[in-house]
Nanobody, 116 residues
Framework: QEHFKESGGGLVQPGGSLTLSCVLS????????IGWYHQAPGKQRELVAS???????TYADSVKGRFTISRDNAKNTVYLQMNSLKPGDTGVYYC??????????WGQGTQVTVSS
């Protein structure tokens, strides 16, 4: 079963915006806090934002004030609104449980490229 399905990535110029979506399976949504993770080329995956079932949020320092995580319970979906994008935001974005990702449930991720 596919638990996490990410979409919404693309190519954007520095300063631009994107909104990523993560559709979660019913068995996951509501049972785990969810995080968005960023894997830059050649680097390890890192948490950039998380949200609990009551919409308590956390952000990495590098994205505070630029990214916003939210959820739509009716759609089993978690979003990541990304504004003021920088070249360092380039990479693949994944969603998974937080703080303990489900190791065999990583999705394909969605590629974000910030370049002029």
């Amino acid at each position: 079963q596919e638990h996490f399905k990410e979409s919404g990535g693309g190519l954007v110029q520095p300063g631009g915006s994107l909104t990523l979506s993560c559709v979660l399976s019913r068995s996951i949504f509501g049972n785990y806090p969810i995080g968005w993770y960023h894997q830059a080329p050649g680097k390890q995956r890192e948490l950039v934002a998380s949200i609990t079932h009551i919409s308590t949020t956390t952000y990495a320092d590098s994205v505070k004030g630029r990214f916003t995580i939210s959820r739509d319970n009716a759609k089993n979906t978690v979003y990541l609104q990304m504004n003021s994008l920088k070249p360092g935001d380039t990479g693949v974005y994944y969603c998974n449980a937080h703080p303990y990702p489900i190791l065999n449930a990583w999705g394909q991720g969605t590629q974000v490229t910030v370049s002029s």
